[in-house]
């Protein structure tokens, strides 16, 4: 099966799809490719960002699929922030740490949570805020997307994954909130150990093998030899 075969059925006008990713590190590439060849428009996307120019997410603003975006980050995407200053997009901003805990709230059945980050700002405005030791909280709606998409590197039959050092990022919280989620991996093994599993295989519907690639390093530092 392809990404295309394992997102048959699942794709429709003005849904909600939550992606694993931070900046271009544990991005479902192939996936992300299989939704913009679907054509699948008006779409809600969750994600921390919405990749760079040419790379990840910036595919499916590139085909003028993306309605509206729940993001912590516009930074590096020129076409993002164009489309937003343009009015094209609709942008709802959220801390990092506030969208890490939408998803994972989702994903537990959570239906929303009281937090600090954002009291006395616009991010504030129109949510109850409410003081629990005298301290003023507003409450978070939990994010439960129509469907997620997640790379992974190392993944068995049960749907058991594993992710590799900092792409394990947004991945494991986006793979539990959605209603269905595909996953895609890089190493399909006959079982992974249970002390080896970063997302339990109950959260995640169809698999689909990575296609190899060269990774896209979205900025890179080195030193000089001399150094």
Do not use: C, W
């Amino acid at each position: 099966m392809n990404a295309a075969g394992a997102l048959a059925g699942l794709l429709r006008d003005g849904m909600t799809i939550a992606v694993g990713g931070f900046g271009l590190s544990g991005n479902p590439f192939d996936l992300i490719e299989a939704v913009r060849d679907a054509g699948a428009g008006d779409l809600t996307i969750v994600s921390n960002n919405m990749g760079i120019d040419g790379y990840g997410l910036g595919l499916l603003l590139e085909a003028k699929l993306v309605r509206r975006v729940v993001a912590s980050y516009v930074g590096e995407n020129r076409l993002f922030a164009r489309q937003y200053l343009d009015g094209v997009l609709e942008v709802e901003f959220v801390p990092q740490g506030t969208l890490a805990e939408r998803l994972r709230a989702g994903g537990a059945g959570v239906a929303a949570f009281y937090t600090r980050t954002g009291v006395g700002t616009p991010l504030a405005e129109g949510k109850e805020v409410t003081d629990f030791d005298g301290v003023p909280h507003v409450l978070e709606r939990a994010i439960r997307p129509d469907l997620s998409l997640v790379h992974a590197y190392r993944g068995d039959p049960a749907g058991n994954l594993r992710y590799r050092l900092t792409a394990r990022n947004f991945n494991p919280v986006v793979a539990a909130a959605g209603l269905v989620t595909v996953a895609e991996v890089e190493d399909l093994v006959d079982h992974l150990d249970p002390d080896d599993v970063h997302t339990p295989g109950i959260h995640v519907h169809r698999l689909v093998p990575a296609r190899p690639r060269e990774k896209p390093i979205e900025q890179r530092t080195v030193r000089s030899g001399a150094a």
